[in-house]
């Protein structure tokens, strides 16, 4: 089984910043994309940023210049470092990871999900 445990979320006036972190534990042989998505009140969950094992990163369009996401390999861990914030940002933020577990002799990979941190930008 794997964890993702996510920190960093809160309240933040317009135009502050925000540095969000997940880290991944458990039975983890690999870990292949990860990413942060996000859902407003009423909205689907959408894209934010991903970041390959490899380090290629892409972005939704509403968020470039203003995100940056990295990771940590060696800690199993992915940031999304939030700048100019505005007050559509507003979201429930959750961390995704492809990750690979050893069953058997064979390495298979699983979507893992985090709990969903609040992020909340007041105009």
């Known amino acids: 089984q794997v964890q993702l445990v996510e920190s960093g979320g809160g309240l933040v006036q317009a135009g502050g910043s925000l540095r969000l972190s997940c880290a991944a534990s458990?039975?983890?042989?690999?870990?292949?994309?990860m990413g942060w998505y996000r859902q407003a009140p009423g909205k689907q969950r959408e894209l934010v940023a991903a970041?390959?094992?490899?380090?290629?990163?892409n972005y939704a369009d509403s968020v470039k210049g203003r995100f940056t996401i990295s990771r940590d390999n060696a800690k199993n861990t992915v940031y999304l470092q939030m700048n100019s914030l505005k007050p559509e940002d507003t979201a429930v933020y959750y961390c995704?990871?492809?990750?690979?577990?050893?069953?058997?002799?064979?390495?298979?990979?699983?979507?893992?999900w985090g709990q969903g941190t609040q992020v909340t930008v007041s105009s």
């Open positions: 995704n990871a492809d990750v690979g577990t050893v069953v058997g002799t064979v390495v298979t990979s699983y979507d893992y």
């Open positions: 458990g039975s983890i042989f690999s870990i292949n994309a």
């Open positions: 970041i390959s094992s490899g380090g290629s990163t």
